[in-house]
T-cell receptor, first 117, second 113 residues
């Protein structure tokens, strides 16, 4: 069974600095997708970034980028120029490639990010 | 374009009461999902619907039933609520393509006393 591990329950960063959130996963499949979701205090789950396993190039979305290491099964999120609005719980999630009975997401336990002014 | 909407936002139930959580999406997605979120845990899948007319159990289906009313709506029913079902419930939808990404509703916070 696939598992997703986030080993940092809490992180803190100064405004305008850079922070990296860690995520590792375990799977025997070669085709899959990885996601980072942000959950602010409003509890809304917001997609931050997505990575396809077959792509070697790391995904980027403005100030958010990932470091995808397929062999190491590592998928970290880097937030550059941190802003107060980045404060939230961040979840790493895994989904198998299309073709299975379900496209369910498997989530890690989350990392709570605080941004200090 | 509202995305995924859920009602109610918050509900308090007594043990043994029943209720239905409503979810609707306006993105013309085929797949819809119900997850629950408990403290210290990520989201866990309760039920999903790959397309209109089909539903299947997820990781934690016990105590729940679902109905895919049409392509837009996917409801979750608790027939006899238990304190262990106190949680935050999220509905999500996705277009079930190769690059399916799931989009989430705002969540329903349920407290069972």
């Amino acid at each position: 069974a696939q598992t997703v591990t986030q080993s940092q329950p809490e992180m803190s960063v100064q405004e305008a600095e850079t922070v990296t959130l860690s995520c590792t996963y375990d799977t025997s499949e070669s085709d899959y997708y990885l996601f980072w979701y942000k959950q602010p205090p409003s509890r809304q789950m917001i997609l931050v970034i997505r990575q396809e396993a077959y792509k070697q190039q790391n995904a980027t979305e403005n100030r958010f980028s990932v470091n995808f290491q397929k062999a190491a099964k590592s998928f970290s999120l880097k937030i550059s120029d941190s802003q107060l609005g980045d404060a939230a719980m961040y979840f790493c999630a895994y989904r198998r490639g299309y073709g299975g009975a379900t496209n369910k997401l498997i989530f890690g336990t989350g990392t709570l990010l605080a941004v200090q002014p | 374009n509202a995305g995924v909407t859920q009602t109610p936002k918050f509900q308090v139930l007594k043990t043994g009461q029943s209720m239905t959580l409503q979810c609707a999406q306006d993105m013309n997605h085929n797949s819809m999902y119900w997850y629950r979120q408990d403290p210290g845990m990520g989201l866990r899948l309760i039920y999903y619907s790959a397309s209109e007319g089909t539903t299947d159990k997820g990781e934690v289906p016990n105590g729940y039933n679902v109905s895919r009313l049409n392509k837009r709506e996917f409801s979750l029913r608790l027939e006899s609520a238990a304190p262990s079902q106190t949680s935050v419930y999220f509905c999500a939808s996705g277009d079930r393509g190769l690059t399916e990404t799931q989009y989430f509703g705002p969540g329903t916070r349920l407290l069972v006393l």
